[in-house]
């Protein structure tokens, strides 16, 4: 009678942990119970087990309150008002509150990175894709039909098979790039911040401060990778290596590179684990491996590149059979996944601009200049086995801004407001690197000065002293 008097009237803690009791007195914040009921169900939604998450949550609760409370325990009958009181440290519970809530941002993304595709890929694509206004550049999820548009001002997610825009919203100044494979998750760099928005609706998740959405790349359907803030008052100066982020946990682990930026990160052959992450001239070699609640990463290897890469200004791919990465800066550099090993191919007295896949492995469409016409583009397609080049004429390609879309296997031409699937890009005859440098330079030179180079008739295009396009 006298216990159940108590408990009426003052709350009496018999049955209860102190932790429980502690937390009761100092309960989370509301954008906390919002953001773990938002989370429930989304879980629901998406038809995952959320009990895991309740289990690291509850255990967060209570290394909350063993933190904070500095090793007070509560008598049996103080009352939460009476405990609230006697608590010292009361900014010690804001402070968990804030961590506790960019865990829970954390593992919502984690949710939405596992779940399935946000729309499948159609195996019949159509022939043109809207946009609602002129596309700077388009970003494609690797494993849903789902691309990202960024226009001025604004970004689009839209629906390729059926052209429906799924969001949309205003950038201002921002950039949005950088689809999660799954196409559910996008990254909006926002002043030198990395923002994690939901595609499917476009709400911010998260915000990683002084991390360039550049630096910021997904890892499978587990994680990220990217270059951490810079920390000013470390002794030395130095900048920390990259991390990679494991969102089914909210665990970070260290990559101990001597980097800067990150500037890419190619998964490599085999398990699906294995990742080459590119940070100026250094190469790592990472795998991830499981434990039981969470996912590490370890540095395999490291290496130096050769100096004349420059990964941060480079126009990076994959052959469309994924063996082969490649970069240009004044050359066209290509990375053998299964060896890691580097090879660079010269095009003196041509210098690349950039290349884009073709759905052929063994054909890349490569853009550049020649030294003696720098305001002319060039346009040609090189076959990395026999070494050849054959002639683009820009004026059959719908625009000059050629993409290539791994989820489709088809080239597109980006045209103001669209983007147009097209078949195949129309060439030459392939010819020797060395016949074709030596014939196209003194095309261009010729056209240059107003003159006709050797072998081209008076009032024809220089081009015509190639092989005619097929």
């Not at 206004?133 to 604004?154: C, H, M």
């Not at 100026?280 to 590490?296: F, I, P, S, Y």
């Amino acid at each position: 009678m006298l216990c159940t008097t108590l408990l009426v009237l003052s709350g009496c803690g018999i049955g209860k942990s102190d932790t429980d009791r502690i937390n009761a007195a100092m309960p989370v914040s509301a954008p906390i119970i919002a953001a773990r009921t938002a989370m429930d169900a989304l879980a629901k939604s998406l038809s995952q087990d959320a009990r895991p998450i309740d289990g690291d949550y509850n255990a967060r609760l209570r290394a909350r309150a063993l933190a904070c409370a500095h090793g007070y325990q509560p008598s049996v009958f103080r009352t939460e008002a009476q405990i609230r009181d006697a608590l010292p440290y009361k900014d010690c519970f804001a402070k968990s509150d804030q961590a506790l809530q960019e865990w829970l941002a954390r593992r919502r993304i984690g949710l939405l990175l596992a779940a399935p595709a946000l729309r499948p890929i159609p195996p019949l694509a159509p022939t043109v894709i809207p946009a609602g206004g002129a596309i700077v550049q388009a970003d494609f999820a690797a494993r849903a039909g789902v691309v990202l548009v960024q226009e001025p001002g604004k970004y689009e997610v839209i629906d390729i098979g059926s052209g429906a825009v799924i969001a949309h919203g205003l950038t201002e100044s921002a950039i949005a790039q950088s689809l999660s494979p799954n196409g559910r998750l996008f990254v909006v760099d926002r002043g030198g911040n990395a923002e994690i928005h939901g595609a499917e609706d476009g709400a911010l998740l998260a915000t990683f401060p002084r991390i360039h959405a550049t630096d910021f790349h997904w890892v499978n359907d587990t994680g990220a990778i990217f270059k951490p803030a810079w920390i000013p008052d470390e002794p030395d100066g130095r900048q920390q290596g990259p991390v990679f982020l494991d969102f089914t946990s909210g665990k970070e682990s260290s990559i101990p590179m001597v980097s800067g930026a990150v500037n890419h990160v190619v998964a490599l052959p085999g398990s699906g684990h294995l990742f080459a992450v590119l940070a100026g001239n250094k190469m790592g070699e990472v795998g991830l491996t499981q434990a039981r609640d969470h996912w590490d990463a370890r540095l395999l290897s490291e290496r130096h590149m050769p100096l004349l890469v420059s990964w941060a200004t480079i126009t990076d791919g994959r052959t469309a059979d994924g063996t082969i990465y490649f970069g240009t800066g004044q050359s066209l550099q290509l990375l053998t996944l299964a060896s890691l090993g580097m090879q660079e191919i010269t095009l003196d007295p041509m210098r690349l601009k950039g290349a884009v896949p073709t759905p052929d492995p063994d054909r890349l469409l490569l853009t550049g200049i020649f030294l003696n016409a720098p305001g002319q583009d060039e346009y040609c397609v090189y076959s990395l086995r026999q070494r050849t080049l054959a002639y683009v004429d820009p004026k059959r390609l719908l625009s000059p801004r050629i993409i290539y879309i791994p989820s489709l296997r088809r080239n597109a031409a980006i045209e103001a407001s669209r983007i147009v699937l097209i078949d195949s890009i129309p060439t030459a005859v392939p010819i020797p690197i060395n016949d074709y440098l030596e014939q196209r330079e003194q095309a261009v030179g010729a056209l240059q000065n107003g003159a006709q180079p050797q072998g081209v008739q008076q009032g024809a295009d220089p081009a015509s002293a190639l092989p005619q396009l097929h």
